[in-house]
């Protein structure tokens, strides 16, 4: 991502923090700060931005040294609301300011174009509330009206869905033409994938978890992705993911477990491109 203006980039490994809260969220965060990671992935809609903030403060790392994700709810797009909520997340998260802030869905609650709250979403950096912005759950359709607002550089990353199973190569291959990162999440299928057959015997030969495999599939094609876990002993197998590099055949072979198998699939998604 060298064409983006300052040092700090976002790490390939974050931490997810969907379904975490209160005490459990707090702790899962503190957790993996301590283990190692420097990137955390939180939203509006998983009322846990005050217990990340917390864990932050109380582990003492440097702001300098982290990189933290926050993401606009779909009832929030509006210019009425969008800036507030940004506001609001900052305080919860007892930040000036995030490293990244997305637009969650590409689905507006209140109807608001898309073009209109991008340029929210712009006028938020400008504003210094982020330092940069992105989208999440982009389709090719939704990234081709975003890129008559914005330009592909400005775009950080499209965080969508990516496992074993859901392999999503058409809006990659889109993405990678157009110079726009992915973040892969739900990278277990929320632990479906591990128990695959194929995943366990290259888990096998490498001597390692079949966790660490799938986080090295995500790394080997180029993409971030942000695991989520409440477990010291799994946050540490899933961080140790960095160092497992995975042959061509081996990625290959994970490829072909695709199945189209969608987790993330509410009402107001769009249809994923096939
Ligand atoms: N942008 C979006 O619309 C969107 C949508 C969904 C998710 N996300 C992001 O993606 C993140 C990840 O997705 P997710 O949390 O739904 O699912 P996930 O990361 O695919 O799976 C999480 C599940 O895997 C288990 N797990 C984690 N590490 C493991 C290991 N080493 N061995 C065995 N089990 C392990 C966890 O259990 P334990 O807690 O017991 O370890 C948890 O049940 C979210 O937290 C969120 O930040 C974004």
Redo the contacts with the bound molecule.
């Keep these: 991502m060298s064409q983006h203006d300052t040092q700090r980039e976002m790490p390939t490994l974050?931490?997810?923090?969907?379904?975490?809260k209160g005490e459990v969220a707090y702790e899962?965060v503190k957790m993996a700060l301590d283990v190692g990671y420097r990137h955390i992935?939180?939203?509006q809609i998983?009322d846990n931005e005050a217990e990340v903030g917390k864990a932050i403060a109380d582990s003492g790392i440097a702001r300098e040294e982290l990189f933290v994700t926050t993401?606009v709810w779909n009832s929030k797009l509006s210019p009425a609301l969008f800036m507030d909520s940004v506001h609001e997340s900052l305080e919860k998260l007892g930040l000036k300011q995030v490293d990244l802030l997305?637009i969650?869905?590409p689905s507006p609650e209140e109807g608001t174009e898309m073009a209109v709250y991008l340029k929210e979403l712009k006028r938020a950096k400008e504003l210094g509330l982020t330092r940069y912005i992105g989208v999440?759950?982009f389709t090719i359709a939704n990234l081709k009206e975003a890129l008559e607002v914005l330009t592909a550089d400005e775009i950080y990353t499209n965080?969508?869905?990516v496992?074993p199973y859901l392999t999503n190569q058409k809006l990659r291959e889109f993405c990678q033409q157009q110079g726009i990162h992915i973040t892969g999440?739900?990278?277990?299928?929320?632990?479906k994938v591990?128990s695959d057959d194929t995943i366990i015997k290259i888990a096998n030969q490498h001597q390692r978890?079949?966790?660490?495999v799938v986080l090295a599939w995500e790394f080997a094609q180029g993409m971030a992705t942000?695991?989520?876990?409440?477990?010291r002993?799994?946050?540490e197998?899933?961080f140790a993911s960095l160092d497992l590099n995975l042959s061509d055949e081996e990625v290959q072979a994970i490829n072909k477990l695709d199945c189209s198998d969608r987790?993330?699939n509410p009402g107001f998604s769009p249809e994923w491109d096939q």
């Design positions: 974050g931490m997810g923090t969907f379904r975490l899962s992935d939180t939203a998983y993401k997305l969650h869905w999440s759950n965080q969508v869905e496992h999440y739900m990278p277990f299928a929320v632990g591990l978890s079949p966790a660490e942000i695991p989520s876990s409440t477990k002993k799994n946050l197998s899933n987790q993330a």
